[in-house]
């Protein structure tokens, strides 16, 4: 299985972006499907996460802005994040389960200017 990130990049304090990850190989079903994301000089943490019966999460410091969602037939989760702050710069990864084994994706950077 492979996971393919994408949609970093640079934006403005107050910009929104959307991140994609889609996963490929063989796969049976994913279950669950999260973001992480590791800020410089921290530990990786938990941004959002979602079942495939629609089910989601989120990290209280993103509550309200950010907005994962998931393609089951494309094997895609998304992450949409909006009014988006320096804070939230940071390498985002995608990271899936699919019949007890986990696979991440190789990160893709988000930088916020202010």
């Known amino acids: 299985v492979q996971l393919q990130a994408s949609g970093g990049g640079l934006v403005q304090a107050g910009g929104s972006l959307r991140l994609s990850c889609a996963a490929s190989g063989n796969i049976f079903a994913i279950n669950t499907m999260v973001w992480y994301r590791q800020c410089p000089g921290k530990q990786r943490e938990l941004v959002a996460a979602?079942?495939?019966?629609?089910?989601?999460s989120y990290a209280d410091s993103v509550k309200g802005r950010f907005t994962i969602s998931r393609d089951n037939a494309k094997n895609t989760v998304y992450l949409q994040m909006n009014s988006l702050k320096p804070e939230d710069t940071a390498v985002y990864y995608c990271r899936v389960f699919i019949r007890g084994d986990d696979y991440w994706g190789q990160g893709t950077l988000v930088t916020v200017s202010s």
């Open positions: 979602t079942t495939r019966g629609g089910s989601t």
